[in-house]
């Protein structure tokens, strides 16, 4: 008999609870498992829970994490939702990051042939083309700058500026260790076991490193890139693809980047072979959510 591998999915929300609910039933199967960060600042956890009661293998962070778009606590809600799945009774092979604005692209039977038998991850890197452009610019102004949005995370215009103007003294005031041969990219991955445990090694044995990260700001797109790039060979990670389809170049009109996606996208998501698309809105993506499901519930 065929042992399948286990997936970990570790997701981060805060709103849309419906849609979350229905993310995870889409992905439900015997070897699938969901370890979710409900933002501390939603108040009322219960529509979260009410959206998946009936599904297996659904586990909630008891300690949660208020997650500031673009803060450390993103990089710090990641770690502790790897730590959770790492934690598991059961082993995890694979573990996929996720938030409830991700939608399933595949059949659960197609989803797992991806992975079967292999030891291969999948991540999205910056070209080296845009490392050269950005390394002195967009790079370190997020690492060598002091970002409070953690610390004073209102979004009150008043406050907002006051936090932006500490955060312009503190950095003329102090200048930062200088971090080395910087990378980026998506935030997103589908991680095999094995790069897990080398980025929690890693950590443990470079805590300078990792504090380095705090008070900076979208640097959830750098911290594991910049020391996994040099092992990517090693650990068998596919640098130029995460199994993502994100449209950072639309062919129309974008209130927002990325694109929030609808029906106009859906034959490029379904010939990109992605396993989520992102971002999906329940009132905007409504239609292109009806026909992913459609094309998912055959026979999953």
Not at 134 to 161: G, H, Q
Request: hydrophobic fraction near 40%; charged fraction near 25%.
């Amino acid at each position: 008999m065929e042992t399948k591998m286990n997936h970990a999915f570790i997701m981060q929300v805060h709103t849309f609870p419906e849609q979350f609910g229905n993310i995870v039933k889409l992905l439900a199967s015997s070897n699938h498992f969901f370890f979710i960060n409900v933002d501390k600042k939603v108040k009322d956890l219960s529509p979260f829970r009410e959206a998946v009661k009936d599904i297996p293998n659904v586990f909630f962070l008891q300690k949660r994490i208020s997650v500031t778009h673009g803060g450390f606590s993103q990089i710090e809600c990641t770690l502790s939702l790897l730590t959770m799945a790492l934690n598991n009774s059961v082993h995890m092979d694979y573990f996929h990051s996720l938030s409830g604005m991700d939608y399933p692209c595949l059949r659960n039977d197609e989803f797992d042939k991806i992975f079967e038998d292999s030891t291969r991850s999948y991540m999205f890197f910056d070209s080296p083309e845009q490392v050269v452009q950005w390394r002195n610019e967009k790079y370190t102004e997020r690492v060598d700058c002091f970002d409070f949005r953690d610390t004073i995370s209102s979004n009150f215009l008043p406050i907002k500026a006051i936090r932006i103007i500490i955060g312009i003294i503190v950095s003329k005031l102090i200048k930062r260790n200088k971090i080395e041969h910087l990378y980026a990219g998506w935030s997103w991955f589908s991680w095999h076991r094995n790069v897990v445990e080398y980025v929690f090694d890693y950590l443990k044995r470079n805590p300078k490193y990792y504090q380095r990260f705090r008070y900076t700001w979208n640097t959830d797109e750098l911290i594991f890139h910049t020391f996994l790039f040099d092992q990517a060979e090693t650990l068998n990670i596919e640098k130029y693809n995460a199994l993502r389809f994100i449209v950072w170049k639309p062919k129309r009109e974008a209130k927002t980047l990325p694109l929030v996606l609808d029906e106009r996208e859906y034959s490029e998501i379904v010939n990109s072979k992605a396993i989520l698309c992102r971002k999906i809105h329940p009132k905007i993506s409504h239609k292109l959510i009806k026909m992913l499901q459609q094309k998912i519930a055959i026979n999953n």
